[in-house]
């Protein structure tokens, strides 16, 4: 258990409709990050927070945002949803600077299928 | 940018042989790298890194990697594998200490012959 919690674990959905995807971050870590496992793109970085404040922006699309609360929970809003969106998204976090140097850990995914 | 290309999206190996991994990294400014492994219906796991210091580093269940500056290389190996091995690797870079964002290879599959 890397102590990164995802809800929910499957997600089914059509398309055009909006989902959001919730991460808990481990205790004391600060950073959290969003990534997209898909067959054809692998693992595709998508955006990161620190301490709710966005850090590094990847291959995120318009469609998707983020967000960070002040309890470093974070939520990842996917909207009009196309059939390529189906992939596996996680999140992972990180202890704060000057700890383990790029160290995740990471949650155990939601798994979206967009049909 | 950084980048890293994993060679073989498959490799099988038998049971009690040797694994290698290789993972080839592309970086302007001094690396850090990483291994990571993902089992079935999970999330990544660190096995191993390095970031600075000894060149040979060592991580979790008996694998360990070496920084090759000079073939900008950073092969995953285990001198003997078990079927729990069965997993799917990535290797990752980043250049900055700290929380900067990984980026991952393609990922390889080890398959493990009984």
């Known amino acids: 258990d890397s102590g990164v919690t995802q809800t929910p674990k499957h997600l089914i959905t059509a398309t055009g409709q909006r989902v959001t995807l919730r991460c808990s971050p481990r205790?004391?870590?600060?950073?959290v990050y969003w990534y997209q496992q898909s067959l054809d793109q692998g693992l595709q970085f998508l955006i990161q927070?620190?301490?709710?404040?966005?850090?590094a922006k990847g291959n995120i699309l318009e469609r998707f945002s983020a967000q960070q609360f002040p309890d470093l929970h974070s939520e990842l809003n996917l909207s009009s949803l196309e059939l390529g969106d189906s992939a596996l998204y996680f999140c992972?976090?990180?202890?704060?600077?000057?700890?383990?140097?790029?160290?995740?850990?990471f949650g155990e995914g939601s798994r979206l299928t967009v049909l | 940018a950084q980048s890293v290309t994993q060679l073989g999206s498959h490799v099988s190996v038998s049971e009690g042989a040797l694994v290698l991994l290789r993972c080839n990294y592309s970086?302007?400014?001094?690396?850090?790298l990483f291994w990571y492994v993902q089992y079935p219906n999970q999330g990544l796991q660190l096995l191993l890194k390095?970031?600075?210091?000894?060149?040979l580093v060592k991580g979790i269940n008996g694998f360990e990697a070496e920084f090759k500056k000079s073939e900008t290389s950073f092969h995953l190996t285990k001198p003997s594998a078990h079927m729990s091995d069965a997993a799917e690797y990535f290797c990752?870079?980043?250049?900055?200490?700290?929380?900067?964002?990984?980026?991952f290879g393609t990922g390889t599959r080890l398959t493990i012959i009984p």
């Open positions: 992972a976090s990180s202890p704060p600077q000057g700890g383990a140097a790029g160290e995740l850990f």
């Open positions: 390095y970031t600075t210091g000894a060149t």
């Open positions: 970086s302007s400014v001094p690396p850090y």
């Open positions: 990752a870079v980043t250049s900055n200490f700290g929380n900067e964002k990984l980026t």
């Open positions: 927070y620190y301490n709710g404040e966005e850090r």
């Open positions: 205790s004391g870590d600060l950073s």
